[in-house]
């Protein structure tokens, strides 16, 4: 099992986008400050800005959602038909789908920025 926690600007916007759009779970709650999702062996924490996680480092700098390329992997069974239902539902998409033999990939964003790359193995 692997935990992942992104920084995000909306925690209420971010579960929702990660249950209709990716088919993950609320496991547990903490108000709108912080919600832990789990899908499979994945268990991931949406962190908004008034959590422990979001407070400045020793420099100054705030954690803040999105735009890098740090990434986890969700593994996708239909990758070209889930594609064409996240875009219609406006999901933002940084490439077009790539291809390597027999396996598939696409790098999509979510509502704060963050990178996810789906995947379909061959």
Not at 54 to 72: E, I, L, Y
Not at 85 to 95: A, Y
């Amino acid at each position: 099992m692997a935990t992942v926690r992104y920084m995000v600007n909306d925690v209420e916007e971010s579960v929702d986008w990660y249950v209709s759009k990716l088919g993950f779970e609320v496991k547990e709650r903490f108000g709108s400050v912080i919600a832990i999702m789990g899908h499979g062996d994945l268990e991931l924490i949406l962190a908004g800005p008034k959590t422990s996680a979001g407070q400045p480092m020793s420099d100054g700098t705030v954690p803040r959602a999105g735009g890098g390329w740090a990434r986890f992997l969700h593994t996708v069974d239909d990758l070209e038909g889930l594609v064409t239902d996240l875009g219609e539902q406006g999901v933002t998409f940084r490439n077009d789908i790539v291809e390597n033999q027999g396996r598939k990939q696409i790098i999509c964003e979510d509502p704060s920025g963050n990178v996810i790359e789906l995947f379909q193995a061959s």
